[in-house]
């Protein structure tokens, strides 16, 4: 896959669809809304892409598009993240 970085600044925040007692991590929430893991090493053009500070460390894709985690939302115990569109898949 190849990447294109079109970093517009959108910001989502995704929850756990069914809250549980427990402490969660940022994983289990986004997989919980149906966004997958990328790992940067199966990106193509990781090396030409002018990544901002280690933001390539937690990638996910969601309909062609590339997102990044950019942290927890609201107390602990923590159950809402929020993510950042910076690019499509193609």
Known sequence: MTVEI???????ELSMLIPKTKV???AEV???????HVDPQDIE???EIKWKGIEFNRLVSKGGKLYRFNGWVG???YARI???EIGTIH
């Open 6 to 12: 079109k970093r517009n600044g959108r910001k989502i």
């Open 24 to 26: 969660y991590n940022a």
């Open 30 to 36: 986004w997989e919980d809304n149906g966004y997958v």
């Open 45 to 47: 053009n990781y090396k």
């Open 75 to 77: 107390l602990y115990p």
């Open 82 to 84: 929020e993510i950042e």
